[in-house]
């Protein structure tokens, strides 16, 4: 008989789920309040805290899930730079450098930072000691960057983008966002049959994946049939495609975090919060929708 104790039993599927939504939830209202203050110190000074720091752990985990699978990586240089390039936008978005924070302004400050942050980590394998997979070093610092750092900026460029009431766009964006995860669940836990991709996440159906859509679209509607006279350019047309489309990159983001846990060989991106998982277990289908809004937003809704 063996004296090893059992492992302890993970939690459920649907106690998994049911936390993670209340952590989210409980996250963006804090957001929200803030955003939402009357007091441009607080709202801009809670706003850009929650980023820098979902910027930063993020890429942490991020990097972490790269060292498991066994990818080298500038894990110090990737963080400082994702750390500088959150806050550079922000300070390029509402004026702290003598910018008018114009869309062109704010992508030619990022495209940027990118091309020297791409410079700085070649330099950076020079003067390495033991790597000798730079290619592969910088290609995954450089990844980590743009796939945490640099999509959360979207966020940003939303929630401060001219002309319109961008905190209003924001709570929408989320909202749209999370339904589609609420509905993927709970329609795929109750009829779901047919599996979207097993080899990826065997959990997700495509059931599930029209709840997804059903869930987005219907939350989509209700939103701006309350406040889409406060939302520059929003129909019920824009809508509906908005919460098609939101609620399909967020299927797909959470399957592209999943590609990368079941390669480094994980269930959970890390363990910020015990018995939930990550921060990109919460932020993965954000990350796919921020550009997406962003760009539908000013190249669809308005034109500055």
Same mark, same amino acid.
């Given at each position: 008989?063996?004296?090893?104790?059992?492992?302890?039993?993970?939690?459920?599927?649907?106690?998994?789920?049911?936390?993670?939504?209340?952590?989210?939830?409980? +996250?963006?209202?804090?957001?929200? &309040?803030?955003?939402?203050? /009357?007091?441009?110190?607080?709202?801009?000074?809670?706003?850009?805290?929650?980023?820098?720091?979902?910027?930063?752990?993020?890429?942490?985990?991020? $990097? !972490? +899930?790269? %060292?498991?699978?066994?990818?080298?990586?500038?894990?110090?240089?990737?963080?400082?730079? !994702?750390?500088?390039? #959150?806050?550079?936008?922000?300070?390029?978005?509402? /004026?702290?450098?003598?910018?008018?924070?114009?869309? =062109?302004?704010?992508?030619?400050?990022?495209? !940027?930072?990118?091309?020297?942050?791409?410079?700085?980590?070649?330099?950076?394998?020079?003067?390495?000691?033991?790597? =000798?997979? @730079?290619?592969?070093?910088?290609?995954?610092?450089? &990844? @980590? +960057?743009? $796939?945490?750092?640099?999509? +959360?900026? *979207?966020?940003? %460029?939303?929630?401060? *983008?001219?002309?319109?009431? /961008?905190?209003? &766009?924001?709570? $929408?964006?989320?909202?749209? #966002?999370?339904?589609?995860?609420? @509905? =993927?669940? =709970?329609?795929?836990?109750?009829?779901?049959?047919?599996?979207?991709?097993?080899?990826?996440?065997?959990?997700?159906?495509? %059931?599930?994946?029209?709840?997804?859509?059903?869930?987005?679209?219907?939350?989509?509607?209700?939103?701006?049939?309350?406040?889409?006279?406060?939302?520059?350019?929003?129909?019920?047309?824009?809508?509906?495609?908005? !919460?098609?489309?939101?609620?399909?990159?967020?299927?797909?983001?959470?399957?592209? %975090?999943?590609?990368?846990?079941?390669?480094? @060989?994980?269930?959970?991106?890390?363990?910020? &919060?015990?018995?939930?998982? /990550?921060?990109?277990?919460?932020?993965?289908?954000?990350? *796919?929708?921020?550009?997406?809004? $962003?760009?539908?937003?000013?190249?669809?809704?308005?034109?500055?």
């Amino acid at each position: 008989m063996s004296d090893a104790a059992p492992p302890a039993n993970s939690p459920s599927k649907a106690k998994t789920f049911i936390r993670r939504l209340i952590t989210t939830v409980v +996250l963006w209202t804090i957001i929200i &309040f803030a955003l939402f203050s /009357g007091k441009a110190l607080v709202s801009d000074g809670v706003f850009v805290l929650v980023i820098l720091l979902l910027s930063a752990f993020g890429l942490m985990e991020f $990097y !972490g +899930l790269a %060292e498991k699978r066994g990818l080298p990586c500038f894990k110090w240089c990737g963080l400082a730079g !994702g750390i500088l390039l #959150t806050a550079g936008t922000f300070c390029n978005l509402t /004026g702290h450098l003598g910018t008018s924070g114009s869309p =062109a302004r704010v992508n030619d400050f990022e495209t !940027g930072f990118l091309i020297l942050f791409v410079l700085g980590l070649c330099v950076r394998q020079l003067f390495a000691k033991s790597n =000798a997979a @730079g290619m592969a070093a910088i290609a995954t610092t450089l &990844f @980590g +960057l743009m $796939y945490v750092p640099w999509l +959360l900026n *979207f966020i940003q %460029e939303i929630n401060f *983008f001219p002309g319109v009431q /961008g905190k209003i &766009f924001l709570i $929408y964006f989320v909202l749209v #966002t999370k339904f589609s995860d609420t @509905g =993927a669940y =709970a329609v795929g836990s109750l009829i779901g049959r047919h599996k979207m991709s097993p080899r990826i996440s065997p959990g997700k159906t495509w %059931e599930g994946f029209g709840g997804a859509i059903l869930f987005s679209t219907g939350a989509s509607l209700i939103f701006v049939h309350f406040l889409g006279n406060r939302m520059e350019g929003m129909t019920w047309l824009h809508a509906v495609v908005l !919460g098609v489309l939101l609620s399909i990159t967020a299927v797909i983001g959470d399957l592209i %975090e999943s590609l990368f846990k079941r390669e480094a @060989g994980v269930k959970d991106s890390g363990k910020f &919060f015990p018995g939930i998982g /990550g921060l990109l277990d919460l932020l993965d289908s954000l990350l *796919f929708n921020a550009p997406l809004m $962003y760009l539908y937003l000013r190249h669809v809704l308005t034109h500055p």
